[in-house]
């Protein structure tokens, strides 16, 4: 099965990181796919939720959900919750 993995922001037209996380899944053979998922602010918590299916691997954030995605996922590392901000979300066991 292919995974998934992408990023999280509004607007995504200036955001390099599909091309670059692509091109590190497929230099390591790694069967999954890197895309930018551009999503309006009042639609973040149903694109989070979404990470929970096995398909997904986690997630980048960028502005303007960098903040408001804490609220969505179950736990957040001490380090992102003191910065007040959130760049990664990892899947683990099914928990955010």
Do not use: C
């Amino acid at each position: 099965m292919t995974l998934k993995a992408g990023i999280f922001g509004y607007p995504l037209g200036h955001s390099i990181s599909p091309a670059f996380q692509q091109a590190a899944f497929d230099h390591l053979g790694f069967d999954a796919t890197y895309d930018a998922w551009e999503t309006l602010p009042a639609k973040l918590g149903e694109a989070v939720s979404e990470l929970r299916v096995d398909a997904y691997l986690g997630a980048n954030v960028t502005v303007p959900h960098k903040q408001a995605v804490q609220q969505h996922l179950d736990a957040i590392n001490p380090l992102a919750a003191s910065i007040g901000a959130v760049n990664t979300i990892v899947k683990e066991d099914g928990r955010l």
